[in-house]
């Protein structure tokens, strides 16, 4: 009871919190109500799935299944809550994934009783990692079906919660698709054995990449030109002193870079410019070497201006990196560090397979100059380890089954 108890004591500075980011202007009204449990939605006449996410990455990622789940419960509408308002100003444009759209309310109590009770769920999906002991409890009390979906857990998240037990509110979950076998193992020791736990294929390996704008695509040569996908603080430095000295032999290389937090692009910017380039947002007509994307969600159409993608995160410490499967769809060479702990079974059988590159910020220049001359074959084999899925129908629709069980 540990975790609920300390979710207790947070929930005044949690309140005062929201207020807070609603007067300063962080948050929107709508928001705000949101996050303390008041829908700014009413309730639909149809039975209503509540599906979370943390942020856009985690709900890209099941795209796919969620336009599935829509298609095969017309009776049903999906309620999507995320913690990241942004990300539901991309999804509201998703017009294949019908679906009401509210920000995550706050894990407490008698904010979660008064969600639940406006919105009535039959049955609930979270995806990813996040763990709200407080939401699962309230769920479980209720009876209403829990499923952890493209799961993953660390081995130090493991170690927690083993000794957390079940104030974590993981026992009431009655089935784990875990993103793989590692992971499956740890809730399989965390779980009793009558839990379904199993793996599937990571959900973002069935990425669909949407159409590249043409205005885009006129404008860089694909073989000339490297992404630097999903930034964090910390990593666009030595990106671009690695593409300043690249450049140096091949000026016709272009750089684009799509920070993770394109709240970031102002100081990108400045670290470009000091680097003697003049740097561009992305869409600019105006020639340039480096162009800075301002927009969040366009990342997925990326892929395909570049010949070689190297994916943020993954040189800097407590990322973990991001995923391999989106430049893999788009025949876009991988290079990436080696702090990718998320991905660490893709990222290991990419470098067997030869199929990927791997760096540090003191090799990035020569490991860039090597992935641009032998992208086609990188990107070749990328494929080759990990094909597309043809038809995920029968996975999807053993999912709605599980969503469909009494917790």
Request: neutral net charge.
């Amino acid at each position: 009871m540990l975790i609920r108890f300390l979710t207790l004591m947070a929930a005044l500075p949690l309140r005062i919190w929201v207020h807070v980011q609603r007067l300063g202007g962080a948050i929107s009204r709508d928001v705000a109500h949101n996050r303390l449990g008041h829908a700014t939605q009413a309730k639909p006449p149809q039975s209503v799935i509540w599906i979370h996410a943390a942020s856009l990455g985690e709900l890209s990622a099941v795209r796919p299944f969620l336009r599935h789940l829509a298609a095969a419960k017309p009776d049903h509408r999906l309620l999507i809550t995320t913690n990241n308002p942004n990300a539901l100003d991309v999804a509201k444009h998703w017009d294949d994934v019908p679906a009401i759209l509210q920000a995550a309310p706050l894990d407490i109590p008698s904010i979660l009783k008064r969600f639940l009770n406006h919105w009535q769920p039959v049955a609930f999906a979270n995806i990813e990692t996040e763990v709200w002991p407080n939401r699962f409890a309230a769920l479980g009390a209720r009876g209403i079906p829990c499923i952890g979906l493209n799961a993953r857990m660390s081995a130090t998240s493991a170690k927690r919660f083993a000794k957390l037990g079940t104030s974590t509110g993981l026992h009431h979950f009655t089935a784990i698709f875990a993103q793989n076998e590692q992971s499956a193992e740890r809730f399989r020791t965390l779980l009793d054995p009558s839990k379904f736990v199993t793996t599937l294929p990571n959900f973002k390996s069935l990425v669909s990449l949407p159409s590249t704008d043409p205005a885009l695509v006129s404008q860089f040569d694909r073989a000339k030109t490297i992404l630097a996908a999903s930034t964090h603080e910390g990593e666009d430095e030595p990106i671009i002193a690695a593409f300043t000295e690249l450049s140096k032999t091949d000026p016709s290389l272009k750089l684009i870079i799509a920070p993770r937090h394109p709240h970031r692009a102002p100081d990108i910017t400045a670290l470009a410019k000091s680097a003697g380039h003049n740097p561009k947002p992305l869409g600019d007509p105006a020639d340039t070497s480096i162009s800075i994307a301002h927009t969040l969600g366009q990342l997925p159409e990326l892929y395909a201006l570049a010949a070689v993608t190297f994916v943020g995160g993954s040189i800097v410490p407590d990322i973990g990196g991001h995923t391999p499967y989106e430049p893999i769809r788009a025949n876009s060479a991988i290079v990436t560090g080696t702090m990718t702990d998320n991905f660490t079974a893709e990222y290991t059988a990419l470098s067997t397979a030869n199929a990927c590159q791997l760096t540090t910020p003191q090799t990035l220049a020569s490991d860039l100059r090597t992935a641009l001359t032998t992208a086609e074959t990188l990107a070749q084999n990328a494929r080759a380890t990990f094909p597309p899925i043809e038809n995920p129908t029968a996975l999807f629709d053993q999912i709605i089954t599980a969503m469909e069980r009494p917790s």
